[in-house]
């Protein structure tokens, strides 16, 4: 065999060729036979092959704006070539391509949407809510985020995770929580000071103006 056939990217392109063969061999297959328990585990088991096929799209997808796949033909970019090319919008197109760079940077989320554990959309609103922690928290801090909501994530869809991770920081780190809410209200304080402060003008033809005065 060559070498080629022996690469991950071989590997990756032949299976990409097998699915699309074998959906196609079942797309009209009749589904009447099919019991309650049987549907079910079937649905179950194409949300966890979709995630799984998702994320390797992701990858593909990273791999490609590195290799700088769709640039010699003249694109502005590899999602745009993409778009195109896939009659995927453009703004779906550049989403996507922005979620794989995010979920790259989290080992565990993607380890999890490999594994077919992980919805895209809750895959989003952790690594939303783990990279909005603020910038001065502690190193154990994004770590321990990620770990918690993925827990989450075997009991709550992806609006439930956006919850929780509105309070992320008072789970993790109830005192780097305490500082941050600090540092909120006394933002909140200055900005309605400024907003309450006024001075009046002549305007030296008789007439007055007021124009917010600048905060302390």
């Not at 005192?175 to 309605?192: F, G, I, K, T, V």
């Amino acid at each position: 065999m060559s070498a080629l056939q022996h690469s991950p990217e071989h590997r990756v392109t032949s299976l990409a060729r097998r699915c699309r063969e074998e959906l196609g061999a079942v797309a009209e297959a009749p589904l009447w036979s099919l019991s309650a328990a049987e549907a079910g585990d079937a649905l179950v088991m194409l949300t966890q092959a979709r995630a799984q096929l998702e994320d390797l799209l992701m990858r593909v997808l990273r791999h490609a704006e590195t290799v700088e796949t769709g640039l010699d033909a003249g694109a502005t970019s590899t999602a745009s070539w993409w778009a195109h090319t896939s009659r995927t919008t453009r703004a779906e197109a550049h989403r996507t391509a922005r979620l794989a760079a995010s979920i790259e940077r989290h080992d565990s989320v993607r380890t999890a949407r490999a594994a077919g554990d992980l919805r895209i959309d809750q895959a989003s609103v952790i690594v939303a809510a783990v990279d909005g922690l603020p910038d001065d928290v502690g190193d154990r801090v994004p770590a321990a985020a990620t770990a918690f909501l993925l827990r989450q994530a075997t009991e709550h869809d992806a609006r439930a995770l956006r919850i929780l991770g509105r309070r992320l920081l008072e789970v993790i780190d109830p005192a780097a929580a305490d500082a941050e809410e600090a540092r909120r209200l006394a933002a909140e304080e200055r900005h309605a000071r400024a907003l309450a402060s006024f001075t009046m003008s002549d305007d030296g033809h008789g007439a007055w103006s007021s124009r917010p005065s600048s905060a302390d």
